[in-house]
């Protein structure tokens, strides 16, 4: 019996803890309860039920725009991981995908891509190279079948590498030497694979001339271009020896009086007296400056009339104005660029990105049917001078198109400042939080 009495003690000592741990953590549980029913009776205090069920939905409201975003950012995500994906697949097997320059045709651009298709295809199925032994490694023929698809990667490789320096050497008048080159290549590597058979099979060395082709097409191309402009400009030149006035910068002037005009007129709504009057009479200096440009303008414009040739520009600059927006405008600029850089370098914080620019017959009449039929999407409808329109590029093309203008286009905007900056911006914020993270406190 007296062994018993330590073994109650322990047994009652166990319940009386259990029970304090119970009756604490129950007493913890009614706290918290009784503080969310107080701060909701509070609530209900200072609001109505109404109030409160309007802030509820607000807030269910907020919620469900933050989960939509999430989505639509996940989406994009997914979309990048999967092409990231696809390239990874090709570098893998040997064939990195192809770098374009920005002013690259997108006739190049999906002609190399299904080209690279094809190739993929070839390697993926083991076509891209040959090897005909059964060959064996110290009496493995396991090894010695891993040491063969070693050597197939590394001619395939090389193969790969060299053709890109091939393709940069090239010009619009070398197509057949460069050929002859990647046929050359092609019996070096075989040669280097002699001890293992392999060598790069004849279905893809046609692969590779047939892409071969399309960048010696994107060449020609070039060198006709520089044909035409030659042609273009002597037009132009010609054009404004009869004109005499580039209309440009008179409507670049114009612009800046309406912009000079509206900072003193509000600035006239500040003042009284004496200062109002003075100001009054400066605005009306810049109205009479603005009404001779004008009308410099209107004879200028009516003499460009008789000669109407120039060039159509598409552009866009989606860290001034957001994606989704682009300018159409004409120049008669000798060097049509000229026109892109001044505009990018007036009073944006970034430079345009192009899209097209397409030598016309009549640019007046083509940019007018082209700001008549985007007219609905404006983005500013009481200054028609304003040619900027909340349109993609791709509609612009199909416009343009069944105008019968046929012209290069680069629907990628490559926005390079914009994106810097922003890299810039991301960089300058993750180092100001590792050094506030990094910051000892005043004191311990």
Not at 71 to 84: I, P
Not at 300 to 321: D, E, P
Not at 337 to 351: H, I, N
Not at 380 to 405: L, Q, W
């Amino acid at each position: 019996m007296s062994d018993l009495i330590p073994a109650i003690f322990f047994v009652s000592g166990l319940l009386a803890i259990i029970f304090l741990i119970y009756g604490f953590v129950k007493r913890r549980h009614y706290r918290t309860h009784f503080e969310y029913v107080e701060s909701r009776r509070l609530l209900l205090n200072n609001n109505s039920i109404d109030e409160v069920l309007s802030q509820k939905k607000q807030q269910i409201a907020a919620f469900s725009e933050k989960v939509a975003t999430g989505q639509l950012y996940l989406s994009k995500l997914n979309t990048l991981l999967k092409e990231y994906k696809r390239k990874v697949k090709r570098i893998n097997v040997g064939l990195s995908p192809p770098i374009f320059r920005f002013d690259d045709s997108e006739i190049l651009k999906n002609n190399v891509n299904a080209s690279r298709e094809k190739q993929y295809e070839r390697i993926y199925a083991g076509k891209a190279t040959q090897a005909y032994t059964n060959w064996e490694w110290l009496g493995s023929r396991a090894e010695g079948q891993q040491m063969v698809e070693g050597y197939r990667l590394l001619l395939l490789n090389a193969f790969n590498a060299e053709f890109e320096v091939i393709r940069r050497q090239m010009r619009a008048s070398t197509f057949d030497k460069a050929s002859e080159k990647l046929i050359k290549l092609a019996e070096q590597l075989a040669r280097l694979g002699e001890t293992t058979d392999v060598h790069i099979s004849s279905e893809y060395i046609k692969l590779k001339v047939e892409e071969l082709q399309h960048w010696n097409a994107e060449l020609g191309r070039r060198e006709e271009l520089k044909q035409d402009q030659k042609k273009q400009r002597a037009l132009l030149r010609e054009q404004q020896k009869q004109a005499g006035t580039d209309i440009e910068d008179l409507d670049d002037e114009i612009a800046e009086r309406d912009s000079e005009l509206i900072k003193a007129r509000k600035r006239a709504e500040q003042l009284a007296g004496g200062e109002r009057v003075k100001l009054e009479k400066q605005i009306e200096k810049i109205k009479a400056e603005k009404a001779r440009l004008e009308e410099k303008f209107f004879r200028a414009t009516s003499q460009a009339q008789i000669t109407r040739a120039g060039y159509i520009y598409v552009i866009s600059n989606q860290g001034s104005f957001g994606e989704g927006v682009v300018k159409i405008g004409m120049t008669r600029r000798l060097e049509p660029m000229d026109r892109v850089t001044e505009l990018g370098d007036a009073s944006v914080p970034f430079r345009f990105d192009v899209h097209a620019l397409a030598f016309v017959e009549d640019a007046p009449k083509i940019e007018r049917a082209l700001h008549d039929k985007f007219h609905e999407q404006r983005v500013n409808t009481e200054n028609v001078r304003k040619e900027f329109f909340r349109v993609d590029p791709e509609a612009v093309k199909a416009a343009m198109e069944s105008f019968g203008i046929d012209t290069d286009w680069y629907m990628t905007a490559e926005a390079r400042e914009y994106n810097e900056s922003l890299l810039m911006r991301k960089a300058f914020q993750q180092a100001r939080t590792k050094s506030e993270e990094m910051e000892l406190p005043e004191a311990i």
